[in-house]
């Protein structure tokens, strides 16, 4: 059992910047981002590989920035250029499955408690 805490989530105005943590309890296969807003399906965002190989969506590639500090178990997902419609609860999730990919959140068995990300234009 792998327990994940998010922490890193607030307000910032259009164009600005956020960065998420993630801390995991234990190591696994792949970690990734994904997001949620209310009464909408969960959005995968970004994965990252154990070979620290990247995935991202297309709403967020070029603007977001996916990392790993294997040292302290820690996943972070930079978030520049924010958009109003960036808001939405942000949850870090992880899995043993070899498969590491953003748009199967199925895949992942383990999930953090979420933090909230608002944007205002």
């Known amino acids: 059992q792998v327990q994940l805490v998010e922490s890193g989530g607030g307000s910032v105005q259009a164009g600005g910047s956020l960065r998420l943590s993630c801390v995991a309890s234990?190591?696994?296969?792949?970690m990734g981002w994904f997001r949620q807003g209310p009464g909408q399906d969960r959005e995968g965002i970004a994965t990252?590989?154990?070979?620290?190989?990247?995935m991202y969506a297309g709403s967020v590639k070029g603007r977001f920035t996916i990392s790993k500090d294997n040292a302290k178990n820690t996943l972070y997902l930079q978030m520049n250029s924010l958009k109003p419609e960036d808001t939405s609860m942000y949850y870090c999730?992880?899995?043993?499955?070899?498969?590491?990919?953003?748009?199967?959140?199925?895949?992942?068995?383990?999930w953090g408690q979420g933090t909230q990300v608002t944007v205002s234009s």
């Open positions: 234990g190591a696994t296969s792949c």
């Open positions: 990252l590989d154990s070979d620290g190989i990247p």
């Open positions: 999730a992880a899995t043993y499955r070899p498969e590491c990919t953003y748009y199967a959140p199925a895949l992942f068995g383990f």
